[in-house]
Nanobody, 121 residues
């Protein structure tokens, strides 16, 4: 079974930093794309940052210059370094991983359970 687990959320003051981790485990061949999404109360889930297997990445405009996504392929882990946090960054942050597995090497998308990030003003 494949599992995706996030960690690293918490409460921080505005201007502070947090580092989120997303680790995939189980039986699979490889991970292609990994992405961080967030969902604030009353809002739709939005893509925050995504990183491809080759290392290229993209970000939503509101976090450019403040957040950095990275990955360690040997550890099947992605990270989201969040600096200069703002109260509007408060949300549950989810990781989504595109994982190739199975006898016919099918790509499936797996979500983590989410980790709460709260930024106080």
């Amino acid at each position: 079974q494949v599992q995706v687990v996030e960690s690293g959320g918490g409460l921080v003051q505005a201007g502070g930093s947090l580092r989120l981790s997303c680790a995939a485990s189980g039986s699979f061949l490889r991970i292609t794309d990994m992405g961080w999404y967030r969902q604030a109360p009353g809002k739709q889930r939005e893509l925050v940052a995504r990183i491809r297997s080759g290392g290229s990445s993209n970000y939503v405009d509101s976090v450019k210059g403040r957040f950095t996504i990275s990955r360690d392929n040997a550890k099947n882990t992605a990270y989201l370094q969040m600096n200069s946090l703002k109260p509007e960054d408060t949300a549950v942050y989810y990781c989504k991983a595109a994982i190739v597995a199975g006898m016919v090497l099918t790509t499936r998308y797996y979500w983590g359970q989410g980790t709460q990030v709260t930024v106080s003003s």
